[in-house]
Nanobody, 126 residues
Framework: DVQLVESGGGSVQVGGTLRLSCLASRSTVSISRMAWFRQVEGKEREGLAVIHSDGILAYKESVRGRFTISGDIAKNTMYLEMTNLEPEDTAMYYC?????????????????????WGQGTQVTVS
């Protein structure tokens, strides 16, 4: 099994910066992909950025240039640096992971393609 714990959320002013962290605890499962998602109550969960064990990175177009994903899957860590934050970035942010390694999934930002989820960390921009 895999447990994911997010941290680093909080309240920030417009234009500010936050760095989210995700730490994975796993027993025998090998993780191939980790990603960040966010969700506003009443809306669908949206994928923001994904990192693949081969080093492939992908972003949702609307956050490219403001958000930067980094981490080391082998070390069970992942980060999301968010800059120039806007009120529209207010949401619950989730870390996700999946063991499936497939070229077709390397850039997927679909929630359906991820098995393990953290509890989320709230980000509020005002």
């Amino acid at each position: 099994d895999v447990q994911l714990v997010e941290s680093g959320g909080g309240s920030v002013q417009v234009g500010g910066t936050l760095r989210l962290s995700c730490l994975a605890s796993r027993s025998t499962v090998s993780i191939s992909r980790m990603a960040w998602f966010r969700q506003v109550e009443g809306k669908e969960r949206e994928g923001l950025a994904v990192i693949h064990s081969d080093g492939i990175l992908a972003y949702k177009e609307s956050v490219r240039g403001r958000f930067t994903i980094s981490g080391d899957i082998a070390k069970n860590t992942m980060y999301l640096e968010m800059t120039n934050l806007e009120p529209e970035d207010t949401a619950m942010y989730y870390c996700a992971a999946d063991p499936q390694w497939a070229a077709s999934l390397s850039r997927s930002l679909s929630p359906r393609d991820f098995t393990y989820w953290g509890q989320g960390t709230q980000v509020t921009v005002s």
